[in-house]
């Protein structure tokens, strides 16, 4: 069975924001970094050339195939910032969501252009909930 093409590596977290072009975008992704480990009590790891995850989990699907993935995390890509908080879109976070600011959704995305678009306190909220959302739904290791 294939593996998951996006994997946990031991490449440099801090040395892949350095390597972000925009100033604003980067001093963004060193401190959501510092949000998401004080909000999971997880380090962060590169998984993958581009994802900084916190955590890890295990699904299984009913087909057989099951892998391992990152419980959250994020990637400060050049569009926007793609917040991996898989537990969100899972379940209803309605209330949360409509106090975070100017954010858009996509496939287990939030997406925002500049952390200074999203109430800090709220992000914290949500990125708390999507943790232990995950954690309590599947095995994590």
């Given amino acids: 069975m ?8 031991d490449a440099s977290v801090d ?19 510092k949000i998401m480990e ?5 380090k962060a790891v590169m998984w993958g050339p581009s994802i ?6 295990h699904y299984k699907y009913e087909s057989g195939r099951e892998g391992d993935f990152l419980i959250t995390g994020f990637a400060p890509r050049k ?11 899972e379940t209803s976070f309605d209330e949360l969501f409509a106090r ?11 997406y925002i252009n500049k ?3 999203v109430d800090e306190t709220v992000l914290r909220e949500l990125i708390r909930t999507a943790y232990q959302y995950m954690k309590d739904k599947y095995p994590t290791k």
């Fill in 38 to 42: 004080e909000e999971t009590g997880e």
């Fill in 79 to 89: 569009s926007a910032i793609s917040l991996y908080l898989l537990g969100c879109m």
């Fill in 52 to 57: 900084i995850g916190f955590g890890q989990y």
């Fill in 115 to 117: 952390l200074s678009d």
């Fill in 100 to 110: 975070l600011g100017k954010y858009k959704t996509g496939a287990s995305c939030v």
């Fill in 2 to 9: 294939a593996e998951n093409k996006t994997q946990p590596t």
């Fill in 15 to 33: 040395e892949f924001i350095n390597l972000t072009e925009s100033p604003k975008k980067r001093e963004d992704a060193f401190r959501i970094k």
